[in-house]
């Protein structure tokens, strides 16, 4: 049986939360009263298993379009069917740009997925596997437009990941970072915060998200 409150909420969430009952059952009732935007963004592919609430995910596209930066390097791409898909997906519409994505996984299962399930958007997206933000220097040219901080739940690595781009933000780069109230942002909340070249503008919290932030280099 559905337990109905515990449904409701993963419908914020996104459709690989759902158990096979819940699948049924939003495929017959409620797929029909989202939009097609809301679709995309609560099932992205439905090939690829994938993390994040909806509302997240649609954060995380909606300040590439918005912004239309050259690149965003991203920390922590799992099996790439969350940020990563959505991440690529804004560079695609757009016709331009590329997300540089980082992961330990040596067996880069992520790459595999998008040459089975997504091709299309493999001119969007370069896998880079290891674990030091060092290793995106041959893909930085002069600055940085974009990055989003999703790594493991340790305050010290988001912090030192940041301290890696630093010297390389300009007026305009953009930061997005995923749960930002937890142990993940502990360190680097406060930077950012108290640092009057950054600017928040976009900063969504439970029940539509776990935490999610968007703030820009002003000066």
Not at 134 to 146: A, Q, T
């Amino acid at each position: 049986m559905i337990d109905h409150q515990r449904y409701s909420e993963r419908l914020l969430h996104n459709f690989h939360e759902l158990d096979l009952e819940e699948r049924l059952l939003y495929n017959r009732k409620d797929r029909i009263r989202f939009t097609d935007k809301e679709q995309f963004f609560f099932e992205g592919c439905l090939d690829i298993p994938g993390q994040m609430y909806r509302a997240d995910r649609r954060g995380l596209y909606d300040a590439i379009i918005k912004y239309e930066p050259r690149h965003c390097f991203e920390i922590g791409t799992g099996s790439g069917g969350g940020s990563t898909f959505f991440l690529a997906s804004a560079f695609a519409e757009l016709g331009q740009g590329k997300i540089y994505t980082l992961e330990i996984d040596k067996s880069n299962t992520a790459l595999r997925n998008y040459q089975m399930f997504l091709p299309n958007l493999l001119p969007f997206v370069e896998f880079v596997i290891g674990d030091s933000p060092s290793l995106f220097l041959p893909f930085i040219e002069d600055s940085v437009d974009c990055i989003f901080l999703d790594g493991a739940e340790d305050g010290r690595q988001t912090l030192e990941q940041y301290e890696f781009f630093k010297s390389f933000f300009k007026s305009g780069s953009v930061i997005m970072a995923h749960d930002w109230n937890s142990e993940k942002m502990r360190l680097l909340k406060p930077v950012l915060e108290n640092d009057p070249g950054w600017e928040i503008e976009v900063e969504m919290d439970q029940p539509e998200s776990v935490g999610f932030i968007v703030v820009r280099r002003i000066r």
